[in-house]
């Protein structure tokens, strides 16, 4: 039977600006220097991983795209420089994690591009204690730009540990709730989330309480770890490599106390247990409705994922990142703080 009782961790290996030879929209890319870059990346991370699993660390959570990929995902002149890449960083994550995993009996979640067949996946691999993969996760919501040269996945999976059931989301995932909650009903008592981007506080602390989960974010800045009642375990802070460690108990983590009214008038103590128990599934179908309602607002299209709308930005991607590689100003920015919602 698993134990309830675990050491959860979380890893942020910090933002780093790749060298002019590793992007491939310049006119010094090299192919070798991409190969190395890649390399330097996964081992950097993969020795914090090492480092939480001195501390006893029964689980560690890496952040998205181990092998700093970035600029390859979307280089369209020639999608084999990111096939290529992918390939040969998945078997080096592979290699890599699994050998950190098994020397220090835990399990950690990776994840790295990785092609099968005629698809690329964003994946998470989940390892056992033994180094072996025990699961696969792959992304299910991409970004435009990420539809260009990678597969979608279709299902929020729940893997058996022995200390409890583990799912994961990546990234772009979070922004849609019904993300948490499909892993939560697949039994998942642990969230891991590898991302690219940092989800604010709140967001960690809400995705917590309502999927009545652990939750682990890791990511350049600002990775955290959540309590089921929303209580913040770790915090790597806002700058650097670091990692955090969380001793938990996966049984108690949900029960409210013994004199609190919910308990009185259901019987049932664990807010999980009552969550699922007193679901209305028969109240929810717009959730999966293809149309709803609130579409009707707006006109029909619009997202610019047809060939010749991608074409028209990534030239205009590519003339913006061939501006920075000339130290000039580039004109689009990740930063929500520079832009006005409807401008």
Request: charged letters at 25%; one cysteine or more; aromatic letters at 10%.
């Amino acid at each position: 039977m698993p134990s309830s009782k675990a050491v959860l961790a979380t890893t942020q290996w910090g933002y780093r600006e790749a060298p002019a030879e590793v992007n491939p929209y310049g006119d010094v890319f090299s192919l070798d220097a991409a190969r190395q870059w890649s390399r330097e990346q996964i081992e950097g991370a993969v020795e914090l991983v090492g480092q939480a699993g001195e501390q006893n660390a029964d689980l560690v959570v890496m952040g998205e795209d181990i092998a700093s990929l970035g600029y390859a995902l979307t280089y369209l002149d020639d999608p084999s420089v990111f096939r290529t890449l992918a390939g040969e960083t998945a078997a080096l994550a592979l290699q890599a994690v699994g050998e950190v995993a098994k020397d220090h009996s835990m399990h950690v979640v990776a994840c790295f591009f990785e092609p099968q067949g005629e698809h690329i996946y964003n994946t998470a691999a989940l390892f056992g204690r033994d180094g072996s993969v025990l699961g696969r996760y792959h992304k299910v919501h991409l970004p435009v730009y990420e539809t260009w040269l990678v597969t979608p996945g279709d299902s929020f999976p729940a893997f058996e540990t022995d200390i409890g059931m583990v799912s994961v989301l990546i990234c772009y995932d979070d922004m849609w709730c019904e993300s948490s909650a499909a892993c939560a009903l697949n039994g998942a008592r642990i969230i891991c989330h590898p991302t690219a981007y940092s989800p604010p506080e709140y967001r960690v602390r809400t995705r917590s309480m309502d999927a009545q989960v652990f939750y682990i974010t890791s990511t350049r800045s600002g990775s955290r770890m959540c309590a089921p009642d929303a209580t913040i375990l770790g915090d790597c802070g806002e700058q650097g490599d670091g990692f955090v460690t969380a001793q938990v108990d996966l049984a108690t983590a949900s029960l409210g106390p013994e004199n609190f009214w919910e308990y009185l008038y259901s019987g049932i103590r664990d807010h999980r247990e009552r969550h699922l128990k007193l679901r209305r599934a028969d109240a929810y179908g717009r959730l999966i409705d293809d149309h709803p309602p609130a579409l009707d607002a707006y006109p029909p299209g619009g997202v610019r994922n047809t060939p010749e709308a991608i074409r028209d930005v990534y030239e205009k991607q590519k003339e913006d990142y061939r501006r920075g590689l000339r130290g000039e100003k580039q004109l689009y920015t990740w930063d929500w703080s520079d832009a006005k919602p409807g401008g």
